[in-house]
């Protein structure tokens, strides 16, 4: 049986007037890498603080292995490691006195669980003696991640870890987290880009407060439910416009190269698509039914969402 | 009309002491076109960046930007160029008209000329009625949207765009580029950076940087071919990679 | 703990400006104005009315003018004429020999000089008397050795306009005062306020540090340094300045520990209201530095302020610690005398303490 290590239950939280978190339910369980998927303003860092006692929520409660958020938060703060979004280390301390200062808050010391973060550690010991403020973005993440892992916590918060950083630096990381799982940590992060969500064992799609749904990445893609169509010709511009106008379209947006093609009807055949299109003038087109990403869920669900809403 | 081209880049070398953080960079761009700037943190991309706009000093190199030498009319540049970056935002605490009025001033756009570009930027962004609000009463993506048309306010014949959809949600971040599309339909060359690689896709060409050079520069579409690659994502992972390991 | 204070001690030195502030300030204060007033001293004119004319006189008249600090600007004929000279403005000291000045020397063993000096401006007024006392000793000193009995020059100093000196050494209790103040409430308020601007201190509050360790590893450093400081100001007062200290240098200590303390409380309140660098140090300059400057009376007398000011300078902490400085230092009066002062600084400490306590939030605001 899986042991839950975090445990949410309807929690609400608004400020100044912004309903920031709107009555969100989940279970992550022990051991688990589950990801937050959603843009600014979703609601992920207020659920972070939330999640790591330092914010009371306005209903609703939570727990983390096993301790409730509000009362037995120092039971909390003692086996949880956090990293917040905003990059929180000393910039004029060294990457040295840094994690030494970690270790000490946490009554330990940087050998104690150093298997842990050694192979992290590693990159960043050219800079051991470089102050903080003077590292890469990257290395910045690394370090950061490191100070978080002094303690060997069972429980890693990580707050949008990947944001602004670029696309190798990012997968660099996202392999980091995969050994951390490995090593029995429950490893909790948020993050707005979808594409992190398939290196997920679950995600949570958040927009404006609200979950529009919690699953594995492959059962979510699963749950699309729609043939999904991606379409290309040598007129990129006007197409989008163009099959829109096609009866019964759900969904046209861009997407890479392709524009990405969504039809109500389930019965829907593609080759319409080509009929009209080469209709209209088009040239070179091509169509081919693809497997929708977890963007393409986020944004149909999206749609969705604000459907319900206007209803 | 794409004659002259909007940039031009001859042999840009920029040093910080021993470090050079641009190494001989040569491009153009021509007007009225989608140029993806990408690059891994630190490759350089935002020291380049901030030569184009005249913040900072080439230590050699021949630069023009809308015609303009960036190093002896760097203030001729600046009346030439918008600029909008995601750090950058506009001012929570005016209104919408009131935030379009003060950077239109800034650009030197008479009383009428402002007024008439930010009915017709509002109406395009359906946000005609909402000219009097507070930006702070105003979703993150559509804040995005606005610091986009109050970049474009002043018709530049260059906008550049550092990371501008960072943190959007993805049907937004699609709007952004519908008016990135249109801003370059009416001629406005766009020089953009991003994280987002199928946002590199929608670039005409794309410039990728490694260690402070240029190691790519082409259409999405030979990219891929060139690097036997699925999409854009995995060639930024080709060639970046290459050097940190 | 230790760890953490000395991550702040890292903190502190690492950064220019803190440290500007923490070591520049004081020096910077105290030569600043012990240049204005050297410079004073060193251009000192002097009037000389010799009512003897005899040998010693004129010996000890060119000694007082060989040292380097006075000059003479005239030469007065009676009594009648130092109201005069003080007038034209040049003249800041007058020395008086009583008639017979020589004879009375040798042949009683004790003659007189008066100093009379112009004490509207009391500081310069205190240090010209004291230097010139000193040539003056230093020469009965000489002459002593080759005469038995010692023999003594009775000094008796006038001061004229301002015969208590109000205000001499108010300078040394201010600035220690305002120095204090600065650096415990100021500095400790901006650095709290800075961990929560850069993001730190959600790290600090989502670890099983409880508050008391973060507020006292914040705090401690600046104890040290307040009370190094403190040492600094003192040292330079009594050796550049002459300031006297009369009380018990132990008592004088103490006193300012506890101020220190209380400044730091105040500074964490303020930091426990303020989110930001920028807030914590106005809030510290219009809250603190202000009131300390203008109503603790370092720059006007207190008494001479409208009585809703008076009332109002109750509340500074700074006015209370001033009178226990000039207590100490200037009478030499113990505890006793100034055990009220002491109990409102402590309750005052206890106060803000608990406030702080209260507000400063194991979560985020």
Redesign the interface.
Known sequence: MKQIAVDIRDIRKSYTGIKALQGINIQINSGELFGFI?????GKTSLF?IL?????PDSGSATVAGYDTIHD??EI??I?G????????????TVD?NL????????TTIHEHFELYKDIFAQLEPFRKRKAGQL???MKQKLALS?ALVHKPQLLFLD?PT?????????EFWEILQRIKYMGITVIVST????EAALCDRVALM?KGSIMAVNSPENIVRSFGKNLYAVKSEQM?PLPGLLATIEHTKAV?????YIHYLNEKDDFDPVLIEIYLRACGHGMIQVHQIAPSI?DC??VL??QSKAQKAA | MDQIQAIEVHNLVKKFGNFVANDNLNFSVGQGEIFGFL?????GKTTAMKILCGLSKPTSGKIRVAGYDVTRQPDKVKKNIGYMSQRFSLYNDLTLKENFRFFGGIYGLSASEIKNRTVQLLDRLGLGNDSGKLLSSI???WKQKLAFSVAIMHQPRIVFLD?PT???????R?QF?DLI?EAA?EGITVFVTT????EA??CQRVCIMVDGRIDALDT??NLKTNHHAA???EV??KL??KK?T | M???I??EF??IF??PRTMLILFGMPIVQVLLFGFAITNEINNAGIAILDESKDEMSIALTDKLLASGYFTLKENLRSRDEIEAVFRKGNTSLVVVFEPQFSSRFIREGQAAVQLIADASDPNTAHLLSVFASGIIRDFSGDISIINKPPLTIRIQTNMLYNPELKGVFMFVPGTITVLLMLISAMMTSISIAKEKE???M????????KTWQIVSGKVVPYILLSFINALIILLLAYTVFAMPLRGSLLLLLAESILFIVMALTMGIFISTISNTQQQAMLLSMFALMLPTILLSGFIFPVENMPDALQYLSHVMPSKWFIVIIKQIMLKGLGITYFWKETLILALMTAFFLIMSIRKFN???A
């Open positions: 959603g843009p600014d303003g979703a603080h790591t006692s330092l914010v009371i938060y120092r703060r003692k949880v956090y990293m917040p979004g905003k990059f929180s280390l000393y910039q004029d301390l006195e030494k200062f970690f270790a000490g808050i946490f009554r890469s973005g990257g100070c949008e944001t602004g950083v670029d696309a190798v630096s990012r997968t707005p880009y979808m594409d927009n511009f947006y861009r997407s890479g190269e963007e986020f944004m999206m749609q | 690059g891994a943190n630190g490759a979703p993150a993506g990371e960072g943190g959007v949600d993805p049907i937004t699609r580029w599309y339909a994280h987002y690689m199928d896709e929608y999405p579409g999409n854009m994502h930024f992972l970046a990679r940190s | 230790k760890g953490f000395y991550k890292l903190h690492r950064d850069m993001g730190t959600e790290v600090l509050l989502v670890s099983p540090l194991v979560r985020l």
